[in-house]
């Protein structure tokens, strides 16, 4: 069964760094394009992150965290990883990971297979 599970969420003051983390079964990560996306409540989703299939060193981020996060992939652990630093309130959703065949505008309507999210609340 193709699935994703999300981890390390979590409480955060602002200026503060979380790591999460995005692990892959049933299929092969290496295969596919992967994007972090996150959905505050009464929000819609939007796409954060995106990480090429070709190469680990094709990324994407949308405008509002560039420069603050970057993501990053381990195929032999089958895992994408989000590293987020100076964490703003704005911040605050849950994210969660899906894949497609390319990254593009990172919509959401393009991706799939998403996985339960984890909870990054980011307040003092």
């Known amino acids: 069964q193709v699935q994703f599970v999300e981890s390390g969420g979590g409480l955060v003051q602002p200026g503060g760094s979380l790591r999460l983390s995005c692990k892959a079964s049933g299929f092969t990560l290496a295969y596919y394009a992967i994007g972090w996306f996150r959905q505050a409540p009464g929000k819609e989703r939007e796409g954060v992150s995106c990480?090429?299939?070709?190469?680990?060193?094709?990324?994407y981020y949308a405008n509002s965290v560039k420069g603050r996060f970057t993501i990053s992939r381990d195929n032999t652990q089958n895992t994408v990883y989000l590293q987020m630093n100076s964490l703003k309130p704005e911040d605050t959703a849950v994210y969660y990971c899906?894949?497609?065949?390319?990254?593009?505008?990172?919509?959401?309507?393009?991706?799939?297979?998403w996985g339960q999210g984890t909870q990054v609340t980011v307040s003092s």
């Open positions: 990480i090429s299939s070709s190469s680990g060193s094709s990324t």
């Open positions: 899906a894949r497609a065949g390319r990254c593009g505008t990172i919509a959401t309507t393009t991706f799939g297979s």
